[in-house]
Nanobody, 117 residues
């Protein structure tokens, strides 16, 4: 239901673009964005955007990563620049919202980002 793409290997200081699209079966997405999990670490927030246009970034990525959202297409794009080795992780797309009176969280399959020389 969430299709993520764009991961890969990049050198330090390089750029990557991750995209995530929600299928038509997911409606009324309130919050959509990216989390990441490095080996041996907990999954952490990278950036999220609400349907009203508010964005939230982890302090470690501010100024380097930019999240954009297209509500009509249910997609988010994470533009990553000035990448560092510590950005290496599996990146997961997440979409959350209300289905009736039930809050849902949908996760994508994850895409690997490796920053290494």
């Amino acid at each position: 239901q969430l299709q993520a793409s764009g991961g890969g290997l990049v050198q330090p200081g390089g750029s990557l673009r991750l995209s995530c699209a929600a299928s038509g079966s997911i409606f009324s997405i309130d919050v959509m964005g990216w989390f990441r999990q490095a080996p041996g670490k907990q999954r952490e927030l990278v950036a999220t955007a609400t349907s009203r246009g508010s964005t939230n970034y982890a302090d470690s990525v501010k100024g380097r990563l930019t999240l954009s959202r297209d509500n009509a297409r249910n997609t988010v794009i994470l533009q990553m620049t000035s990448l560092k080795p510590e950005d290496s992780a599996v990146y997961y797309c997440k979409a959350s919202g209300w289905s009736g009176r039930t809050w849902y969280d949908h996760w994508g399959q994850g895409t690997l980002v490796t920053v290494s020389s």
